[in-house]
């Protein structure tokens, strides 16, 4: 069973950049789907779509980030990357890693397209 883990979380004042990742272990597939989805505080049931990015390198994005946040993969180092730029007190929450193996995804966007998750990684942006 693949494994993902995050990394790059922290507390930032508004207009601040942060660089979260995610190392994928026990990772094989050649087709997939990975995306970064955000919980905001207090909202345990809750996962809000940030962005995702296919094994041939076309990204999907909500669009309440577009323009400041840009997914990334790096294959020789199994890891997925969300570049967050220009962040709002609203981008605050737990930033969790998703992986859909073996498909190529028709809702990207949507949280139960995916079927492997990670912990999350903590993002605070003060005012």
């Known amino acids: 069973q693949p494994r993902l883990e995050e990394s790059g979380g922290g507390s930032v004042q508004a207009g601040g950049s942060l660089r979260l990742s995610c190392l994928v272990e026990?990772?094989?597939?050649?087709?997939?789907?990975m995306g970064w989805f955000r919980r905001p505080p207090g909202k345990d049931d809750e996962k809000v779509a940030v962005?995702?990015?296919?094994?041939?390198?076309?990204?999907i994005y909500a669009d309440s980030v577009k323009g400041r946040f840009t997914i990334s993969q790096d294959n020789a180092k199994n890891t997925l990357y969300l570049q967050m730029d220009n962040l709002t007190p609203e981008d605050t929450g737990t930033y969790l890693c998703a992986a859909a193996f073996g498909e190529s995804l028709r809702h990207p966007l949507n949280r139960w397209s995916y079927g492997t998750w990670g912990q999350g990684t903590q993002v605070t942006v003060s005012s």
């Open positions: 962005a995702a990015i296919e094994n041939d390198d076309s990204t």
């Open positions: 026990r990772y094989t597939y050649t087709k997939y789907t």
